[in-house]
């Protein structure tokens, strides 16, 4: 008779923002325990240190422009190696199901049958705002944060800017660099003032982090006399005007994670 191995198990886990001392305890239990782990580039090179040399790795290079796989592919690796009998764990910048495609690779597990677990990353929409010294909410000014992507599937916009609330509201938009001065024309268009603060933090939590703050007149003339990197994330609203006040006592301190390292 047949043996059949017994079916693995896929981790869909986030690796933080890019400080890896944000990268959660469950995270780092499993990167040490499983049988592969698929990553792309957004991960912190910090992160692989701690990733023993026995453990399969597979980096499939995935940014907007340069993907050695397609979505598809990916999908497809992790069910066969799940198949195989493999713990695979599929390591993703900040959250898995914040702007991460999270959902769709639990949709394709799910209808393969293979056993799934998300674990949740700190993603950068809250870590990198909150290194820069800006709250995402605060009672004065913010009851509400709204988390938007710069461009979808299609890179055609679907988010209705005119519908989006102004007051007491926080915009944090993902993938926008790209459309930035679109997207500020958008929001003049409708409801929002030339001088409604902004802020474009690049690289955020990492030591190379850089933030530039201006108003929705003025962004658009700092971009271009400075060019944005990226990852690098937009905040609109009120909020990005604490950072001037809380700058000057906040310190970000980088951990000594050597003793993690495999
Ligand atoms: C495909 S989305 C993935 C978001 C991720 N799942 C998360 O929760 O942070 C990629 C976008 O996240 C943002 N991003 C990721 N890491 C970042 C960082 N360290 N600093 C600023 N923005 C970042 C950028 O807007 C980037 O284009």
Not at 13 to 31: C, H, N, Q, R, S
Not at 34 to 44: E, F, G, K, N, P
Not at 226 to 255: H, W
């Amino acid at each position: 008779m047949t043996q059949h191995k017994p079916l693995g198990k896929v981790y869909l886990v986030g690796a933080g923002p890019g400080d890896p001392g944000l990268l959660t305890l469950k995270a780092y239990k499993l990167l040490k325990q499983c049988d592969i782990i698929i990553y792309d580039a957004l991960l912190s090179e910090e992160i692989v240190k701690f990733i023993p040399d026995h453990i399969e790795k597979v980096f499939i290079g995935k940014s907007r422009h340069h993907s050695r796989l397609s979505q598809g592919e990916v999908e497809q690796m992790m069910v066969d190696k799940a198949k195989e009998g493999k713990i695979v764990v599929r390591l993703k910048g900040g959250d898995p199901f914040m702007f991460g495609r999270g959902g769709e690779e639990a949709e394709t597990l799910t209808e393969a049958g293979i056993h799934w677990e998300v674990i949740p990353g700190v993603s950068s929409g809250i870590a990198a705002p909150a290194y820069a010294g800006i709250p995402t909410t605060h009672r004065d000014c913010a009851s509400s944060v709204t988390f938007i992507t710069g461009h979808d599937a299609t890179n055609k916009p679907k988010v209705e800017w005119d519908k989006i609330r102004k007051a007491f509201n926080t915009l944090v938009i993902f993938m926008g660099i790209t459309y930035v001065k679109d997207i500020v024309q958008q929001l003049l268009k409708s409801n929002y003032s030339a001088d409604t603060l902004i802020a474009i933090i690049e690289s955020g939590t990492t030591p190379k982090q850089k933030v530039r703050t201006a108003t929705l007149a003025t962004i658009s003339d700092l971009v271009d006399a400075d060019p944005v990197e990226t990852p690098a994330l937009i905040v609109i609203g009120d909020v990005v005007g604490y950072r001037e006040k809380l700058k000057p006592f906040l310190s970000i301190s980088q951990l000594d994670l050597s003793e993690f390292e495999k």
